[in-house]
């Protein structure tokens, strides 16, 4: 049976047997080098790391465009270095799959140090101290989630914990961007020297939301003396400390327990899918789609991996902004959106499945070519309908990347504005074009109100993903239930009228009745959903 680790690997052609490709360059010298030289520590320890930036600093390692490997960092669930990382040397066996069924494996070796930033980990913090004190240090990335940057609560207070590391200073941090503050500031110490910090998680304006957290808890610090005044100044200089905006990308859902029992068949144990003390689901495997995208803005101060030969793009501000309208407007997330509420009511749990579901598949190709096309913004490098033809014809479609609109209708009221408002605003500001006329996007809609009565379309209840709104938005909806008749228009239409929700006036575009009726249809009684959905993709 083949184990993870260094001393199983150096067993090359029992791996290759198993259809395992291997790391094709000198793992001692990286490692030696990254030692000495260390160029890239990357924040954020999860599968989106391992199974895409890590692997593609591979490429660049086999090939001999790069000598130093990536140092990975964790900074919330340290579970991950103790019991992902450290067992298995810092391998990761990467499964690709693609929607025919056919695995790619590899051994992803690029990653030479796993690390926690837990100050109490006193080999840990001196080692992560002597890499940012380190000129040669190029960037540190993060995909650390969009919550990892965010400093307030809903009520825009700080967070308890960002209280105490302002007041505690750079000695003692716990919230991930002071943690990173207190390491620019070593190295700011050190000789103000040039570096690159790189958000690679899937948000908007992720350089931005990095900058906003590292420079707010730097003036922070600053007024309260705890660190120089120049430091502020430091991490503002754009000749010395830059942050990129990036899109990125690629499914890495859960490790899959049937990948798991694939790998057993094939000779390859101790692949046991761990659930830290945090929550995190991971393996020592990461299973994930083949597509994959991303792309940075060039913007770096002190050099930057070759990335560009591993099939990451470097681009500008605007493009970059360009990639991300075109993905989360027309191509991509109004689709999911439109899948996971009609997939909760329907009663799926694998967004694969409700892709052979030949209502739901209309709904959607209505949705991004009917629709999102016409008004898509076209970034130059990527061609919005092949970008389009690959979602449905091969990422939804994917039945071995188990994915769920479960997990996809969480927090939906924080994006029908960006999802579906926005093609409607470009409908109202395009003279040939009548946002009136739209089916697809106010079906959509139609189905997120009717999602949020907590009711399946067999009437049975369901439980609802997170969501802030939540309370707020059944409150507007309250009465109403299958088969109700005077209070349904009333009820839907409070939640129609928030433009802070959806963006835009939809009662102006004139979709707000056409969703009302939609809505009113699909509480006719149970199989309304799916008759209404019928009626209108027909």
Aim: charged share 20%; glycine share 8%.
């Amino acid at each position: 049976m083949l184990s993870l680790n260094r001393s199983s690997i150096a067993d090359r052609a029992a791996w290759e047997a198993a259809g395992v490709a291997l790391p094709q360059f000198d793992y001692e010298a990286v490692a030696a080098n990254t030692l000495k030289k260390p160029e890239w520590v990357h924040f954020g320890a999860g599968n989106i790391f391992r199974g895409f930036v890590a692997n593609a600093h591979q490429k660049l390692l086999d090939s001999g465009k790069a000598d130093t490997g990536i140092i990975a960092a964790e900074t919330f669930d340290f579970e991950m270095i103790d019991k992902v990382y450290k067992p298995y040397d810092n391998l990761t066996l990467l499964v690709l799959m693609n929607a025919a069924g056919d695995f790619q494996k590899r051994i992803v070796s690029s990653i030479v140090e796993g690390i926690t930033a837990d100050k109490t980990r006193e080999a840990d913090y001196s080692r992560l101290t002597e890499i940012f004190e380190n000129p040669s240090l190029q960037m540190a990335s993060f995909t650390i989630t969009e919550k990892g940057y965010s400093l307030t609560g809903p009520d825009g207070q700080y967070l308890g914990i960002v209280e105490k590391d302002i007041a505690g200073g750079p000695a003692h941090p716990v919230h991930a961007m002071s943690i990173v503050a207190s390491f620019a500031y070593k190295r700011y110490l050190k000789g103000q020297y040039p570096m690159t910090f790189v958000s690679m998680d899937n948000c908007s304006h992720n350089g931005d939301k990095l900058k906003q957290g590292m420079v707010t808890i730097a003036k922070e610090w600053a007024a309260k003396g705890h660190v120089e005044e120049g430091f502020v100044a430091y991490l503002e200089d754009e000749q010395k400390i830059t942050f990129p905006l990036s899109m990125i990308d690629k499914i890495t859902p859960r490790p899959s327990e049937s990948v798991q029992a694939a790998l057993l068949e094939q000779g390859i144990g101790g692949m046991d899918v761990i659930v830290t003390s945090k929550n995190t689901y991971t393996a020592p495997f990461v299973n994930a789609e083949i597509s994959e995208y991303l792309v940075i803005e060039d913007k770096f101060t002190n050099g930057r991996p070759a990335l560009e030969e591993a099939g990451i793009i470097f681009t500008d501000r605007d493009t970059v902004n360009n990639v991300e309208t075109m993905k989360v407007t027309t191509c991509l997330n109004p689709l999911h959106t439109a899948l996971a509420v009609t997939g909760c009511l329907l009663g799926y749990t694998l967004i694969a499945d409700e892709m052979q579901d030949a209502t739901l598949r209309k709904l959607v190709e209505t949705i991004g070519y009917k629709e999102g096309l016409p008004v898509v913004v076209d970034p130059g490098i990527l061609s919005p309908k092949q970008f389009l033809d690959e979602v449905l014809q091969e990422r939804f479609a994917n039945p071995f990347i188990p994915d769920t609109p479960q997990r996809i209708a969480t927090d939906t009221s924080q994006k029908v504005g960006i999802r579906f408002g926005e093609t409607i605003k470009s409908y109202i500001r395009r003279e040939e074009l009548d946002p009136s006329e739209l089916t697809a996007i106010p079906l959509a809609i139609a189905a997120w109100c009717r999602y949020l009565l907590g009711v399946n379309d067999e009437g049975a209840a369901f439980t609802l993903s997170p969501d802030p709104l939540l309370e707020s938005l059944q409150a507007r909806l309250a009465g109403i239930t299958l088969g109700a008749d005077a209070a349904t228009a009333a009820g839907v239409r409070a939640v129609l009228e928030d433009q802070a929700i959806f963006g835009v006036d939809l009662y102006a575009a004139g979709l707000g009745k056409t969703i009302e009726g939609m809505f009113t249809e699909m509480v006719a009684g149970p199989g309304a959903v799916r008759a209404t959905l019928e009626k209108y993709t027909a």
